[in-house]
T-cell receptor
Framework: DAGVIQSPRHEVTEMGQEVTLRCKPISGHNSLFWYRQTMMRGLELLIYFNNNVPIDDSGMPEDRFSAKMPNASFSTLKIQPSEPRDSAVYFC???????????????FGSGTRLTVV | LAKTTQPISMDSYEGQEVNITCSHNNIATNDYITWYQQFPSQGPRFIIQGYKTKVTNEVASLFIPADRKSSTLSLPRVSLSDTAVYYCLVVLYNQGGKLIFGQGTELSVKP
């Protein structure tokens, strides 16, 4: 099992550009989560999907952020336009949670370090 | 929303047992308690999870008293490689099992 795969590992972009982060969850996992980590705010949950459907996007900071999960094996987090304050490490995680709180552990990817200059 | 409170930092020495206590006064009946470990430049890693009493695996033990308002993660005989941030979280049963991370406890293990 290759685990949760995120790409790219590092991304440097200029302010105003579109950024797309990608995630491949573990096969068979039906819940997917996007987190953002900064020194100031720690780990923040941005959005999560269950069976490819967005369940809770209350953590998405603003309309510049959008996330999709077109199928069970792929998700994207897009920032358009990007701003310097979006600089952070973005993590994707997946689990076998059924949406009813089944307490299985999350598996996190290695993250994408985004720098917006 | 069940908020967790844990020490910001702890120091220990190699070979010692480390106990990190977390309070979660507002935990709901169906919620679970879970702990994660995070090393620098890596994603958090699941350590252990429990509902009540005691749970043990190859890495740690988790003690949860009957009232479930607190829990203690026990790491036996720590080594330098256990230096990391440890997060105590409540798995929100009625919100699809989502995890809300707090600030965590930064454990430093010294030789």
């Amino acid at each position: 099992d290759a685990g949760v795969i995120q790409s790219p590992r590092h991304e440097v972009t200029e302010m105003g550009q579109e950024v797309t982060l990608r995630c491949k969850p573990i096969s068979g996992h039906n819940s997917l989560f996007w987190y953002r980590q900064t020194m100031m705010r720690g780990l923040e949950l941005l959005i999560y999907f269950n069976n490819n459907v967005p369940i809770d996007d209350s953590g998405m900071p603003e309309d510049r952020f959008s996330a999709k999960m077109p199928n069970a094996s792929f998700s994207t987090l897009k920032i358009q336009p990007s701003e310097p304050r979006d600089s952070a490490v973005y993590f994707c995680a997946s689990s076998t949670g059924s949406g009813t709180g089944t307490p299985y552990g999350y598996t996190f990817g290695s993250g994408t370090r985004l720098t917006v200059v | 929303l069940a908020k967790t409170t844990q020490p910001i930092s702890m120091d220990s020495y190699e070979g010692q047992e480390v106990n990190i206590t977390c309070s979660h006064n507002n935990i709901a009946t169906n919620d679970y308690i879970t702990w994660y470990q995070q090393f620098p430049s890596q994603g958090p890693r699941f350590i252990i999870q429990g509902y009540k009493t005691k749970v043990t695996n190859e890495v740690a033990s988790l003690f949860i008293p009957a009232d479930r308002k607190s829990s203690t993660l026990s790491l036996p005989r720590v080594s330098l490689s256990d230096t990391a941030v440890y997060y105590c979280l409540v798995v929100l049963y009625n919100q699809g099992g989502k995890l809300i991370f707090g600030q965590g406890t930064e454990l430093s293990v010294k030789p």
